[in-house]
């Protein structure tokens, strides 16, 4: 039988630690932890659909830089559910933040010929590749 050493017993106790912080103060923002993507290519393009529930068009911003996209939004989702003889609010559900996501594509994009939409809290980006930007498979001696 194995004796426990005092790291041992460091390593039992701290999980139970944050698990005791976490049900004390509870991380869930109600935001989503960060945009989900899809990515899909052609000999010309990529596509790319972002899930990012309850952003408005105007708080999103996705960047461009060579290989580079940068997709970051401000989330402001209100929800008010009223008493109809009162009017007075009986439950309000509110979470407000930014989420981002940064990724890297094989070719740079044109990004003068990029297009982006957003549809029922999916954008949807088609990103052209950047003529003369191909990659080149070396040959090693």
């Not at 976490?22 to 290519?41: H, K, T």
């Amino acid at each position: 039988m194995n004796a426990l050493t005092p790291f041992d017993r460091i390593d039992e106790f701290l999980p139970e630690v944050f698990r005791r912080m976490q049900r004390q103060f509870p991380l869930d923002s109600g935001l989503p932890a960060s945009i989900r993507l899809d990515v899909s290519e052609n000999d010309k393009e990529y596509h790319v659909s972002a899930e990012i529930p309850g952003a408005r068009r105007d708080d999103i911003r996705v960047v461009i830089d060579g290989r580079h996209v940068s997709i970051s939004a401000d989330i402001k989702k209100d929800f008010e559910d009223r008493h109809a003889d009162k009017g007075r609010a009986l439950l309000k559900e509110t979470y407000r933040g930014s989420i981002s996501r940064v990724f890297t594509l094989g070719q740079e994009v044109d990004d003068k010929a990029a297009v982006a939409k957003l549809e029922d809290g999916v954008l949807r980006l088609t990103l052209p590749k950047r003529a003369g930007a191909s990659s080149r498979l070396l040959n090693i001696q």
